[in-house]
């Protein structure tokens, strides 16, 4: 009972999740290419040589460190949020957001070898690994059944109810 109360919340934790997990895995090549593009390449050779000197403890600080600059920005995010400014800002998050998980993904493909070799932190990120195997696995389904009930393929009223209504727009579209 209490499952499957607490279904959709989980579903929702999950779609939250895997957004988070989608927005790393697409802004990664964004930020290679951005790398490409100006000299961060060069700074990212030179990033990787100092962490190979680094322990892998020194390195966690070199992977955090660069997030903490961002913290400002979101909180003036919720201040024009506060102060009723919602275009702006909801685009400062959004900025906020995107340039943290950018940062992040780039500084953590140099300095992940040398976190995995801290034990613990190897084993969170096998348990992320397969929290994000977990989501995906429990929103799937619906996301099945979201593209079924677009497509009109599956039997149930809202998939009868979408073919009728393709099949009146198409008929309207005729009549012109």
Do not use: C, N
């Not at 340039?99 to 992320?128: C, H, N, S």
């Not at 059944?145 to 009728?164: A, H, K, P, V, Y």
């Amino acid at each position: 009972m209490l499952r499957r109360l607490l279904q959709p919340i989980w579903v929702l934790l999950a779609v939250i999740f895997l957004i988070e997990a989608w927005l790393w895995d697409h802004l990664e090549p964004i930020v290679a290419r951005v790398v490409a593009l100006i000299p961060l390449h060069a700074f990212k050779q030179w990033l990787a040589e100092r962490v190979d000197t680094l322990s892998p403890a020194m390195t966690l600080i070199v992977f955090i460190v660069p997030v903490i600059p961002l913290f400002p920005l979101k909180l003036i995010g919720l201040y024009l949020l506060t102060h009723e400014y919602w275009l702006s800002a909801v685009a400062t998050i959004i900025f906020a957001k995107l340039l943290g998980v950018g940062v992040t993904a780039f500084v953590f493909d140099v300095t992940r070898p040398k976190l995995l070799e801290m034990r613990w932190f190897e084993t969170l990120y096998e348990f992320v690994l397969a929290l994000r195997a977990r989501a995906a696995a429990l929103v799937d389904p619906v996301k099945r059944r979201i593209l079924e009930i677009l497509r009109g393929d599956g039997d149930g009223w809202s998939s009868r109810m979408l073919r009728l209504i393709q099949r009146f727009r198409k008929r309207v579209h005729e009549a012109r």
